[in-house]
């Protein structure tokens, strides 16, 4: 079975601009959740969807937006970039929206803001 | 809410030696526990979870972890270290209802000396 797959891995942009990260799920998991990494802050909750519904929102600025397809691909947008949004983008899914339902992680995007 | 403390920012450690990496963790319940690694320029990697029962969980690549309430510890161990064993580990704690956000530790990068 094939993994989190997320596209593209590596993103060059300048301030101002907007990105969309695409992510696709383990087949047959419904769960897709999105986490920021960075040197500074670490790993940190973006947000987390469930049948097309964004169900649980971390501590991020209205800039960062995502959506869920019918088909559980998740997509991440990130508007009006700043230089802080740098980063390592890690996308997880995971069967179901339980508690402790395991989360398999992609190998992530790499998104650099000049 | 829950939080997660890993004290160790680095351990060298020699190959063939024992590892033991720590893992505070904050929750007010029974909490679900993950250990991830990280290679460089990869995704997370789940290593082990503990979600209830046996407190001595066994993971892939002869990785273990045990849960002790008392001390509200989560540490990774694992009998003889490999080179490939390099990587940075993230111990991570989710809540036992609801939504599925994982909190993480800052991560434990470990150095194996030949």
């Known amino acids: 079975k094939a993994g989190v797959t997320q596209t593209p891995r590596y993103l060059i942009k300048t301030r101002g601009q907007q990105v969309t990260l695409s992510c696709s799920p383990i087949?047959?998991?419904?769960?897709v959740s999105w986490y920021q990494q960075t040197p500074g802050q670490g790993l940190q909750f973006l947000f987390e969807?469930?049948?097309?519904?964004?169900?649980n929102k971390g501590n991020f600025p209205g800039r960062f937006s995502g959506r869920q397809f019918s088909n559980s691909r998740s997509e991440m947008n990130v508007s009006t970039l700043e230089l802080g949004d740098s980063a390592l983008y890690l996308c997880?899914?995971?069967?179901?929206?339980?508690?402790?339902?395991?989360?398999?992680f992609g190998p992530g995007t790499r998104l650099t803001v000049l | 809410a829950q939080s997660v403390t890993q004290p160790d920012i680095h351990i060298t450690v020699s190959e063939g030696a024992s590892l033991e990496l720590r893992c505070n963790y904050s929750y007010g319940a029974t909490p679900y526990l993950f250990w991830y690694v990280q290679s460089p320029g990869q995704g997370l990697q789940l290593l082990l979870k503990y979600f209830s029962g046996d407190t001595l969980v066994q993971g892939i690549k002869g990785f273990e972890a045990e849960f002790k309430r008392s001390q509200s510890s989560f540490n990774l161990r694992k009998p003889s270290v490999h080179w490939s064993d390099a990587a940075e580990y993230f111990c991570?704690?989710?809540?036992?209802?609801?939504?599925?956000?994982?909190?993480f530790g800052t991560g434990t990068r470990l150095l194996v000396s030949p």
């Open positions: 087949s047959g998991h419904r769960s």
């Open positions: 997880a899914s995971s069967l179901e929206m339980g508690a402790g339902d395991t989360q398999y």
């Open positions: 991570a704690v989710g809540r036992n209802t609801g939504f599925q956000k994982l909190v």
């Open positions: 969807y469930f049948s097309e519904t964004q169900r």
